[in-house]
T-cell receptor, first 112, second 110 residues
Framework: GQQVMQIPQYQHVQEGEDFTTYCNSS?????IQWYKQRPGGHPVFLIQ?????EVKKQKRLTFQFGEAKKNSSLHITATQTTDVGTYFC????????????FGKGTLLTVNP | KAGVTQTPRYLIKTRGQQVTLSCSPI?????VSWYQQTPGQGLQFLFE???????NKGNFPGRFSGRQFSNSRSEMNVSTLELGDSALYLC?????????FGPGTRLTVL
């Protein structure tokens, strides 16, 4: 079945440093979504990417979808303590958004 | 709009028992998905219901089952609980494409 690998598993940064997490799928995806889960919380939707090579920005966050639609990345510029949490990518294929395969997530901690 | 609600929030059971968890989606959402979250395996898809029909299913044993009612509320049931079923069970209702997660039910099996 479809597998989504995400690296790194953990990342600790100093406040102000940049952060990137990478996601790779074993199969071509129809779209990829990104979620953030704060400690003790539940995943919250950040964004969806659909087109090959798509790049979207949300303030300090930049999301990319690879040309082959098998990989994606999330880059945070100048991290803040509010960025702490686990970032998950989730892919779907076959046109269904309702069977998402999640990566295991990257836990980001930020030292003030 | 009220968010996704799940009850109960915490549950302690013993091996061999069964458990039923409940999820109320956001008003107007007809799709409800269930996930199991554990530190080792991350978020794993259990199943998805749409208009009272199971539309997608993950790779979990038959001890895990679910259903959806006409008002879109959903329940999942786990029979013959095992220690490995201890996890956070999350339900999500779907909007146009994103999923809105509830706070989860923390199940501990002793």
């Amino acid at each position: 079945g479809q597998q989504v690998m995400q690296i790194p598993q953990y990342q600790h940064v100093q406040e102000g440093e940049d952060f990137t997490t990478y996601c790779n799928s074993s199969t071509t995806l129809s779209n990829i979504q990104w979620y953030k889960q704060r400690p003790g919380g539940h995943p919250v939707f950040l964004i969806q990417l659909v087109k090959s090579g798509e790049v979207k920005k949300q303030k300090r966050l930049t999301f990319q979808f690879g040309e082959a639609k098998k990989n994606s990345s999330l880059h945070i510029t100048a991290t803040q303590t509010t960025d702490v949490g686990t970032y998950f990518c989730a892919g779907s294929s076959g046109g269904s958004n309702y069977k998402l395969t999640f990566g295991k997530g990257t836990l980001l901690t930020v030292n003030p | 709009k009220a968010g996704v609600t799940q009850t109960p929030r915490y549950l302690i059971k013993t091996r061999g028992q069964q458990v039923t968890l409940s999820c109320s989606p956001i008003s107007g959402h007809r799709s409800v998905s269930w996930y199991q979250q554990t530190p080792g395996q991350g978020l794993q898809f259990l199943f998805e219901y749409f208009s009272e029909t199971q539309r997608n299913k993950g790779n979990f044993p038959g001890r895990f089952s679910g259903r959806q009612f006409s008002n879109s509320r959903s329940e999942m049931n786990v029979s013959t609980l095992e220690l490995g079923d201890s996890a956070l069970y999350l339900c999500a209702s779907s909007g146009e494409y994103e999923q809105f997660f509830g706070p989860g039910t923390r199940l501990t099996v002793l």
